[in-house]
C-alpha cells in the first residue's frame, strides 16, 4: 500500500503538468491566432483606407480620349475660381474650387471617386454646367487632394462632409439657390449616403455615377475578382471591417446607400454601367428598387466603371442635364 501511494502521486504530477503544458499550448496558439488577426486587418485597414500619393495619368500614354479629358482637366485646375476651405465635423480641413456662372443660379456639388481627383472626374458636370450657366463646387474628399486627413473613411464620415458643403452653399448664398450633389464612383455613393441627413430643402436632386450600395459589399465583390474564392473574400472584406473599428474607429457597417435613400424624399438620378466590375449593375438597381423618392435610373450598355459618359457623351450630357432642369424649382 506504500508502494502504491507514490506512484499514484507521480501520475497525478504528470497528469498536472500535461494539462499545464496543453493550456499552454493553447494560450499560445488563441495569442497567434490574435496577433495574426491584428496584423492582417492593419494591413486591410491600410490598403483600403490609408491616404496614398495620386498622381495624374500620364499624357505621353494617354490615348486620344484620355488625352483630351486630361488637357481639359488642367485648364479647370488653372481656371479662375473661388478657394473654398472649410472644417469638417471632425475638424479635418476640407477644400473645395467654386466656379461661378451666375448670381443665384443652381449649384451643382461634384465629389470625385476614391483615389482620384476632382478635375479629371468633373470635366463632364464641367461642360455641363458651364454651357447652362449654373455654378459649380469641385470639391476634394477627405485624405485626398488639398484636403486634410490621412484616412479614408469610404463614406462613414464623407456623408457628413457632404453635408457640411451643402451647409456652406446656403449659409453663404442663401436658401434661395437651388443645390445639387453629383458624384461618382465612392463620390455618388457618398452623395446617395448623405440623402437622409436632414439635408436642407434647397436640395433639389442627386445624381450618382457608377457608385456603390455600401464598401462592404464593394469591397466584397472587388476581393472575389482578385481572390476568387467566396469564403477568402469574405475573409478579407471582414479583415477590413475589423481593422477600420480597431485602427480607424469607424465602422463601415454605418455606410448603406440602400439604407439613406430609402428614407430621402429628394429625386434621385442613377447613371451605371452593365459592365462594371468594381460596382456591379446590381448594385444600381439596388439602389433603384430602394429609393422612395422620385427616381430614374439610367444604364449605359458596355460600359465599364466610371466610363459611361465616355461610352455616349452626347446621351449622358443630355440625361443629367434634363434631370436638372426638371428639378430646379420655377419660382
Known amino acids: ?10 501520475v497525478l504530477k504528470i497528469k498536472l503538468h500535461i494539462k499545464r503544458k496543453s493550456g499552454l499550448i493553447v494560450l499560445l496558439a488563441l ?9 492582417l486587418s492593419k494591413y486591410s485597414f491600410q490598403k483600403a483606407c490609408l491616404k496614398r500619393e495620386i498622381r495624374w495619368p500620364d499624357l505621353g500614354n494617354a490615348d486620344d480620349w484620355q488625352y483630351k479629358i486630361l488637357t481639359e482637366a488642367y485648364k ?6 473661388r478657394k473654398i476651405t472649410i472644417a469638417a465635423s471632425d ?19 461634384f465629389i470625385h471617386g476614391l ?8 470635366v463632364p458636370i464641367y461642360r455641363i454646367t458651364e454651357e447652362n450657366g449654373w455654378n459649380l463646387l469641385l470639391v476634394s474628399l477627405r485624405a485626398h487632394g488639398e484636403s486634410g486627413g490621412n484616412v479614408s473613411t469610404l463614406g462613414v464620415l464623407e456623408k457628413y462632409d457632404c453635408r457640411d458643403w451643402v451647409n456652406w452653399v446656403v449659409s453663404e448664398y442663401g436658401e434661395q439657390m437651388p443645390i445639387f450633389l453629383m458624384g461618382i464612383s465612392m463620390g455618388g455613393a457618398v452623395a446617395l449616403m448623405s440623402s437622409d441627413l436632414g439635408l ?12 456603390f450600395t455600401s464598401p462592404l459589399e464593394m469591397i466584397k465583390a472587388n476581393s472575389k475578382e482578385k481572390i476568387h474564392h467566396k469564403i477568402l473574400s469574405d475573409l478579407f472584406t471582414q479583415f477590413v471591417n475589423v481593422g477600420t473599428k480597431i485602427w480607424g474607429g469607424f465602422d463601415l457597417k454605418e455606410a448603406n446607400a440602400c439604407v439613406a435613400v430609402s428614407k430621402t424624399s429628394v429625386p434621385v438620378l442613377i447613371i451605371h454601367g452593365d459592365k462594371d466590375k468594381q460596382a456591379p449593375v446590381s448594385m444600381a438597381y439596388k439602389i433603384y428598387d430602394s429609393c422612395k423618392s422620385e427616381r430614374e435610373l439610367y444604364i449605359v450598355s458596355g460600359s465599364e466603371h466610371t466610363d459611361c459618359y465616355r461610352s455616349n457623351p452626347e446621351k449622358y450630357e443630355s440625361i443629367v442635364s434634363e434631370f436638372l432642369k426638371k428639378h430646379i424649382p420655377t419660382n
Open 31 to 39: 495569442t497567434n491566432v490574435i496577433v495574426a488577426v491584428l496584423r
Open 91 to 109: 475638424g479635418i480641413e476640407l477644400v473645395g474650387h467654386y466656379y461661378e456662372r451666375k448670381k443665384n443660379a443652381p449649384c451643382i456639388i
Open 200 to 211: 436642407p430643402e434647397s436640395v433639389c436632386g442627386i445624381i450618382d455615377d457608377a457608385g
Open 76 to 81: 479647370i485646375k488653372i481656371e479662375s475660381n
Open 115 to 122: 483615389w482620384s481627383n476632382c478635375y479629371t472626374n468633373g
Open 1 to 10: 500500500m506504500k508502494k502504491i501511494i507514490p506512484k499514484v502521486k507521480t
